[in-house]
């Protein structure tokens, strides 16, 4: 109970402090819990602790952290929050992971979702194309193509290689007249008479 001098003793650690280091309950009669915040604190941490030690699962240690800096569990390393995506729903309002790890993550995810691919399989690719493309033979590999009717990963190219083909609609035909038409042949339209073209066959 709060004594005359507006202060409560704890059960725990039996020190007399102000009401304003114990936390409401409201099934007690003056309102307070009966340990103070400190003591609930840390019955808390040694409970998870004896806890996740029982699952057999790693313990998180509490790190001190300067202000406005964060921990990344994934990568192990102080940020400050500018380097994190904000999440309403977390208790600090920052992400579990760093833009960082999130990136890499993301990454992964999108290797394996739309080619089913993982990275060490991607990085072959590459390294069995000599890192370059494998259309222009000059520019680093580093967008995967596949086809799109059949999902076959078919090699790693360059950007613009890779836009190239997207633009064409991976039509072979157009494909080989494009080439054509770079290399001169004649696809225009032949004049035979005044006013009279024949179009290429």
């Known amino acids: 109970m709060v004594g005359a001098s507006g202060e409560k003793r ?25 340990r103070c915040r400190e003591c609930v604190a840390e019955y808390s941490a040694a409970h998870y602790r004896r806890r996740r030690e029982a699952m057999g699962l790693t313990v998180r240690e509490k790190v001190e952290l300067p202000a406005g800096h964060k921990l990344c569990r994934t990568c ?45 399989e991607r990085d072959k690719l590459i390294a069995d194309q000599g890192g370059v493309c494998c259309i222009c033979l000059a520019a680093p ?28 609609k991976d ?21 035979v008479a005044p006013g009279v073209y024949r179009l290429p066959s």
């Open 10 to 34: 704890c059960t725990g650690c039996r020190r007399e402090l102000p009401v304003a280091g114990f936390a409401r309950d409201k099934n007690r009669a003056d309102g307070l819990q009966v």
């Open 171 to 191: 039509r072979p035909d157009a494909i080989r007249r494009a080439a054509a038409y770079v290399e001169g042949i004649a696809w225009k339209p032949t004049l």
């Open 76 to 120: 192990g390393e102080v940020k400050p929050h500018g380097e994190w995506h904000r999440n309403a729903t977390a208790s600090d309002g920052l992400s579990t992971r760093c833009k960082a790890c999130r990136a890499i993550q993301g990454r992964e995810v999108h290797l394996k979702r739309n080619y089913g691919l993982t990275e060490a």
């Open 141 to 168: 590999a580093a967008h995967v193509d596949h086809c799109h009717k059949t999902g076959r990963v078919r090699g790693v190219l360059c950007f613009s290689c890779n836009a190239a083909l997207g633009q064409f």
